[in-house]
């Protein structure tokens, strides 16, 4: 049968509260049909390597078995590997008549077993009418235990493992009535922590640790009631700080700082309910100061200037949420002064002057409503060839840092 529970489970125990786990695909079910009188032993279904039903035998796929109706009226079935005819399951028993040939049988009663095609034990869990209860065990191909935990009215209960191949131990927690409760740990292949966080009934509380494989710590933080709250550091592998930025329930809020790899400050600045509020500043690599800017609830609001890796004045300017208003000053990288003119509501207005990178003017435009009514060159030195390569320019909102 299909087991892609087994993939749920391990996905479910492998999710710390920062990391992100493979997309589980929901098991797909056959077409069900009215039990017949089968007989004992022959074969009901085929099915493909996805354990969809076929009509013929798939090499790459399964078939299944009818085995026999207990007395109490429950049915008997078991899937082989179409291959090599090696059993895929041992024989097991369900209630409904509808599960015949479904891959995902949901009516279980009793224990299931089952096996890789080499002849090695997969997975063993009991069922009573179709919920998981007891001890489970999961196995990798080459017989070494995968994972061991315990189910409760089809909840996940008690203490859960999970191996990496190499036997080193990869998750460990409790669950109560299938959420995280307690302390959670997950490590490294090469044995060393991962990851270290509380719950209480499935939400994360306290601190929050993770490291990189070398030891070197990654993530600082703390949860309250499964939302971030307080400083949250970051880290690079090298031990370098990345970010330190603050959270209220789960919002960032307050001081926010990052860096570069080589210790030099990034960007510096506050935020109020997750969005960027008051006056923000971007650094080049070398030290430099990129951007200065002003922020209201998340968008541009104020006096926003820009500056080349050189310490030269890149554009100067005001926004009004988030548009540009009022006048702007472009520059060479040399200090000239490139282009000047006025924005309303984000569109160029009025006259535009453009210079030379030698400080000689070199043409104005006139513009109304965003639209080029006249253009006049003073000079024949050639910088802009066409309307297009200006607006890119004066509309141009500024640039973060390079990186």
Same mark, same amino acid.
């Given at each position: 049968?299909?087991?892609?529970?087994?993939?749920?489970?391990?996905?479910?125990?492998?999710?710390?509260?920062?990391?992100?786990?493979? #997309?589980?695909?929901?098991?797909?079910?056959?077409?069900?049909?009215?039990?017949?009188?089968?007989?004992?032993?022959?074969?009901?279904?085929?099915?493909?390597?996805?354990?969809?039903?076929?009509?013929?035998?798939?090499?790459?796929?399964?078939?299944?078995?009818?085995?026999?109706?207990?007395?109490?009226?429950?049915?008997?079935?078991? +899937?082989?590997?179409?291959?090599? &005819?090696?059993?895929?399951? +041992?024989?097991?028993?369900?209630?409904?008549?509808? +599960?015949?040939?479904?891959?995902?049988?949901?009516?279980?009663?009793?224990?299931?077993?089952?096996?890789?095609?080499?002849?090695?034990?997969?997975? #063993?869990?009991?069922?009573?009418?179709?919920?998981?209860?007891? $001890?489970?065990?999961?196995?990798?191909?080459?017989?070494?235990?995968?994972? *061991?935990? $315990?189910?409760?009215?089809?909840?996940?209960?008690?203490?859960?493992?999970?191996?990496?191949?190499?036997?080193?131990?990869? $998750?460990?927690?409790?669950?109560?009535?299938?959420?995280?409760?307690?302390?959670?740990?997950?490590?490294?292949?090469?044995?060393?922590?991962?990851?270290?966080?509380?719950?209480? &009934?499935?939400?994360?509380?306290?601190?929050?640790?993770?490291?990189?494989?070398?030891?070197?710590? #990654?993530?600082?933080?703390?949860?309250?009631?499964?939302?971030?709250?307080?400083?949250?550091?970051?880290?690079?592998?090298?031990?370098?700080?990345?970010?330190?930025?603050?959270?209220?329930?789960?919002?960032?809020?307050?001081?926010?700082?990052?860096?570069?790899?080589?210790?030099?400050?990034?960007?510096?600045? +506050?935020?109020? &309910?997750?969005?960027?509020?008051?006056?923000?500043?971007?650094?080049?690599? &070398?030290?430099?100061?990129?951007?200065?800017?002003?922020?209201?609830?998340?968008?541009?609001?104020?006096?926003?200037?820009?500056?080349?890796?050189?310490?030269?004045?890149?554009?100067?300017?005001?926004?009004?949420?988030?548009?540009?208003?009022?006048?702007?000053?472009?520059?060479?990288?040399?200090?000239?002064?490139? *282009?000047?003119?006025?924005?309303?509501?984000?569109?160029?207005?009025?006259?535009?002057?453009?210079?030379?990178?030698?400080?000689?003017?070199?043409?104005?435009?006139?513009?109304?409503?965003?639209?080029?009514?006249?253009?006049?060159?003073?000079?024949?030195?050639?910088?802009?060839?066409?309307?297009?390569?200006?607006?890119?320019?004066?509309?141009?909102?500024?640039?973060? $840092?390079?990186?």
């Amino acid at each position: 049968m299909q087991y892609c529970r087994r993939l749920i489970i391990l996905a479910f125990i492998l999710s710390p509260s920062l990391v992100y786990t493979q #997309e589980i695909n929901t098991p797909i079910e056959s077409v069900t049909i009215a039990l017949p009188h089968y007989k004992k032993n022959t074969i009901i279904q085929n099915y493909d390597k996805d354990w969809l039903p076929v009509d013929k035998t798939n090499n790459n796929g399964y078939y299944r078995k009818f085995l026999e109706t207990t007395p109490n009226g429950r049915f008997v079935i078991q +899937d082989f590997y179409a291959k090599n &005819n090696a059993k895929q399951s +041992d024989p097991f028993t369900f209630t409904d008549e509808k +599960d015949i040939t479904a891959s995902r049988i949901k009516s279980i009663d009793g224990p299931l077993v089952l096996w890789y095609r080499n002849g090695k034990k997969s997975s #063993e869990k009991t069922y009573i009418k179709g919920k998981e209860e007891g $001890a489970y065990n999961f196995w990798y191909s080459d017989g070494k235990q995968q994972a *061991t935990g $315990a189910y409760h009215d089809g909840l996940l209960n008690g203490q859960s493992i999970v191996w990496f191949n190499n036997g080193q131990k990869q $998750a460990a927690g409790n669950f109560i009535d299938g959420k995280k409760n307690g302390k959670w740990q997950y490590w490294y292949d090469n044995g060393t922590a991962s990851v270290e966080e509380n719950y209480d &009934n499935g939400k994360a509380i306290g601190d929050f640790r993770k490291w990189y494989s070398n030891g070197q710590p #990654e993530i600082l933080g703390q949860f309250k009631e499964g939302n971030k709250i307080g400083i949250w550091q970051y880290w690079f592998k090298d031990g370098k700080q990345a970010i330190e930025e603050t959270y209220q329930d789960n919002l960032l809020s307050g001081h926010s700082k990052t860096w570069y790899q080589s210790g030099q400050l990034e960007s510096e600045g +506050d935020y109020e &309910n997750g969005q960027e509020s008051g006056t923000w500043v971007y650094w080049h690599k &070398n030290g430099s100061k990129a951007i200065e800017a002003q922020y209201n609830n998340g968008r541009l609001d104020g006096l926003s200037q820009t500056w080349y890796d050189n310490g030269q004045p890149e554009s100067k300017g005001n926004y009004i949420a988030n548009r540009q208003n009022g006048v702007w000053t472009f520059w060479f990288n040399n200090g000239q002064k490139y *282009t000047e003119g006025v924005f309303l509501d984000d569109e160029p207005s009025g006259v535009w002057r453009i210079w030379t990178p030698e400080g000689d003017l070199r043409e104005e435009d006139t513009y109304e409503n965003g639209k080029l009514l006249e253009r006049n060159i003073t000079s024949q030195e050639p910088l802009i060839e066409s309307k297009k390569e200006i607006e890119p320019v004066i509309n141009a909102p500024p640039a973060k $840092a390079n990186n």
